[in-house]
């Protein structure tokens, strides 16, 4: 439905767009791995994590590197990251990163949720982030006494 509205939108300024609805299977295999695409509406791959994310999809020789966009500096800064134990030198980092693929217009994720989360007060360290199925936020959670 998302991509057929989407259609229309973009046949009302006068770009003509045909949509291709595919099984899991086809979408998988020939969007995601083989690039076969335009224009792409769908569920990104799997990622458990942050990290998977940045390294399946957005590294020059990410396995779900779809277009085959390639970015020396891009996959040096992903890497950078991915050691950096520095809790804000890896978020700035990271916002070089996001800024990056912003820049080259590599993807676009709309909102189309929003999660809620309600925690006790005693709860520390929560700051949720679950990007790509990301559940590295969990690790920095801990109780305080009480």
């Known amino acids: 439905q ?3 509205s989407l259609a229309a939108a973009m046949g009302e300024i006068g770009i003509q767009a045909q949509v291709e ?4 299977r086809v979408f998988a295999d020939e969007v ?8 792409f509406i769908g569920a990104p791959p799997p990622m458990a994590s942050l990290n ?4 399946g ?5 990410g396995p779900w590197n779809a277009t085959g966009f390639a970015d020396p500096e891009l996959d040096d800064l992903i890497d950078r990251q991915a050691v950096e134990m520095n809790r804000e030198s890896r978020a700035d980092l990271l916002r070089e ?19 809620h989360w309600l925690m006790q007060p005693r709860v520390r360290g929560a700051y949720p982030d679950t990007g790509g199925a990301s559940t590295d936020f969990l690790t920095k ?3 305080s006494p009480g």
Do not use: C, K, N
């Open 2 to 4: 998302t991509a057929e």
């Open 21 to 24: 609805s595919v099984t899991t």
């Open 32 to 39: 995601w791995l083989e690039g076969d695409f335009d224009i």
């Open 52 to 55: 998977a994310q940045l390294f």
């Open 57 to 61: 999809i957005y590294h020059s020789d």
């Open 97 to 115: 990163i996001q800024g990056r693929i912003m820049e080259h217009e590599q993807r676009f994720y709309p909102v189309e949720a929003a999660d």
């Open 141 to 143: 959670l801990w109780l």
